[in-house]
């Protein structure tokens, strides 16, 4: 059974620093993982998808990387703004079965 | 593009009440998936639809809740009667195939409904 876990559970840092944010799991015979961001009282917005292929994607500001063999993913956040504040959520998908979601991290920003 | 819409926002009941939640998914979507999401915690999957059909409701209370999705679209759960652990936020998200049927098949959410049982 695929279990999924994200450190830090939260984080803060101020406006301007590079941060790195960790989603690790158990199965890694994964077909893609996505990283989701989640702002208070909202729904979640996809913001990256990397294929099990992949190594990495890149979307603005935004890197994540994926590394299968040791069950691991990252999420790069360059020049953080206070508009990045949110939880963010890493999901697995295994061949032939749903997304399992992690916790998630609850990053602020200060201005 | 209009995204998945759900309602209501937010319901208050006592325990042992009923409730019922509605989502649209986006247009085309064949896929629509009901998420529960605890406070603190990662969304879990409740039930998957393909089409009108259900893929997984492995995860689904079945003495508790029901789901349906008529004609392929708009899809509804239930919970019947409802427990003080099921305090939650109910969330609709629909994407264009099943997992693991496309490479770059992207789950978009609805906003959400906020269950509070008391």
């Known amino acids: 059974k695929q279990e999924v876990t994200q450190i830090p559970a939260a984080l803060s840092v101020p406006e301007g620093e590079n941060l790195v944010l960790n989603c690790s799991f158990t199965?890694?015979?994964?077909?893609?993982l996505q990283w989701f961001r989640q702002d208070p009282g909202k729904g979640l917005t996809s913001l990256l998808l990397i294929q099990s292929s992949q190594r990495e994607q890149t979307s603005g500001r935004l890197n994540a990387s994926l590394d299968k063999s040791s069950g691991r993913s990252t999420l790069y956040i360059a020049a953080s703004q206070p508009g990045d504040s949110a939880t963010y959520l890493c999901a697995v998908n295994n061949y032939g079965q749903n997304f399992v979601f992690g916790p998630g991290t609850r990053l602020s920003v200060l201005p | 593009e209009a995204g998945v819409a759900q309602s209501p926002r937010y319901k208050i009941i006592e325990k042992r009440q009923s409730v019922a939640f509605w989502c649209n998914p986006i247009s085309g979507h064949a896929t629509l998936y009901w998420y529960q999401q605890i406070l603190g915690q990662g969304p879990k999957l409740l039930i998957q639809f393909q089409n009108n059909g259900v893929v997984d409701d492995s995860q689904l209370p079945k003495d508790r809740f029901s789901a349906e999705r008529l004609k392929g679209v708009d899809s509804t759960l239930k919970i019947q009667p409802a427990k003080l652990e099921d305090s939650a936020v109910y969330l609709c998200?629909?994407?264009?195939?099943?997992?693991?049927?496309?490479?770059?098949?992207?789950?978009?959410f609805g906003a959400g409904t906020r269950l509070s049982v008391l």
């Open positions: 199965d890694s015979a994964i077909y893609n």
């Open positions: 998200a629909s994407s264009l195939a099943p997992p693991g049927q496309l490479a770059k098949n992207i789950q978009y």
